[in-house]
C-alpha cells in the first residue's frame, strides 16, 4: 500500500518571500503520479501541479515549482513570490499509473501568508 | 452551473434521521468519487464510480449508500449516522479512472450529526 506523509501541519510565509512544503511518499512502484492540491478557505480544491515519476524533469506552474528527488521519495512544493491568495490547506498526493488508480492523500499543511 | 457542485452545503441531522447528498459534475467526466475530509486527517476515499458503476468501496459502514443514476450525477445517502461521521464530504470527478486524471473537487457538504 501506499502512504503519503506530511509532517509539518502548518506553516507561515511572508509575502513576497519563497516557501517549501515538504512531502515524502512511500511505494514499491516504479511508475507513478504525484500531485499538490490546494484547498483554500471555504473554497474548491484544485491541482496546483502535477509530476510523472518516469520524467525527471521538476515539474513547474508559474510561481510554483517541484522537487522531486525519486531515490529518497521526496516531492516538496515551492512557492516564490508568495502572494495572499496562496493562503491555503495544500495536500500532496499519490497515484499508480494504470486504468483503475485512486488518489491518495497526506494530511495536508496550513499555509498562512503575512501581509 | 460549472465544474462539480454539491448540495446542500451545510447539513445538521439527527441520529435516526435519513438524508441525502447531492453531487452533479458538468464536465463530461466519467468517474466520480466520494471523499470524507475530517480534521487532522488525510482525506479518505469513500467510493468510486465509473460510468455509473460503483469500481470501488473502502470498506464503508452501511449506514453510506452511494447512488449513481448516470455519469453526472452522484448521491450519498445517509442514515443513523454517528456523532464521529461529521465531517466535509467532498465529491469529484475526473475524466477517467486512469492514473495520473486531475481531479475536480466540489464545494463539499459539511456534516454534523447531534
Known amino acids: 500500500a501506499q502512504t503519503v506523509t506530511q509532517s509539518q501541519p502548518e506553516m507561515s510565509v511572508q509575502e513576497a518571500e519563497t516557501v517549501t512544503l515538504s512531502c515524502t511518499y512511500d511505494t514499491s512502484e516504479s511508475d507513478y503520479y504525484l500531485f499538490w492540491y490546494k484547498q483554500p478557505p471555504s473554497r474548491q480544491m484544485i491541482l496546483v501541479i502535477r509530476?510523472?515519476?518516469?520524467?525527471?524533469q521538476n515539474a513547474t506552474e508559474n510561481r510554483f515549482s517541484v522537487n522531486f528527488q525519486k531515490a529518497a521519495k521526496s516531492f516538496s512544493l515551492k512557492i516564490s513570490d508568495s502572494q495572499l491568495g496562496d493562503a491555503a490547506m495544500y495536500f500532496c498526493a499519490f497515484s499508480l499509473t494504470g486504468a483503475n488508480s485512486k488518489l491518495t492523500f497526506g494530511k495536508g499543511i496550513t499555509l498562512s501568508v503575512r501581509p | 452551473e460549472t465544474g462539480v457542485t454539491q448540495t446542500p452545503r451545510h447539513l445538521v441531522m439527527g441520529m435516526t434521521n435519513k438524508k441525502s447528498l447531492k453531487c452533479e459534475q458538468h464536465l463530461g467526466h466519467n468517474a466520480m468519487y466520494w471523499y470524507k475530509q475530517s480534521a487532522k486527517k488525510p482525506l479518505e476515499l469513500m467510493f468510486v464510480?465509473?460510468?455509473?458503476?460503483?469500481?470501488e468501496n473502502n470498506s464503508v459502514p452501511s449506514r453510506f449508500s452511494p447512488e449513481c443514476p448516470n455519469s453526472s450525477h452522484l448521491f450519498l445517502h445517509l442514515h443513523t449516522l454517528q456523532p464521529e461521521d461529521s465531517a466535509l464530504y467532498l465529491c469529484a470527478s475526473s475524466r477517467s479512472l486512469a492514473g495520473g486524471r486531475e481531479q475536480y473537487f466540489g464545494p463539499g457538504t459539511r456534516l454534523t450529526v447531534t
Open positions: 509530476q510523472e515519476a518516469y520524467k525527471q
Open positions: 464510480y465509473s460510468l455509473e458503476e460503483r469500481v
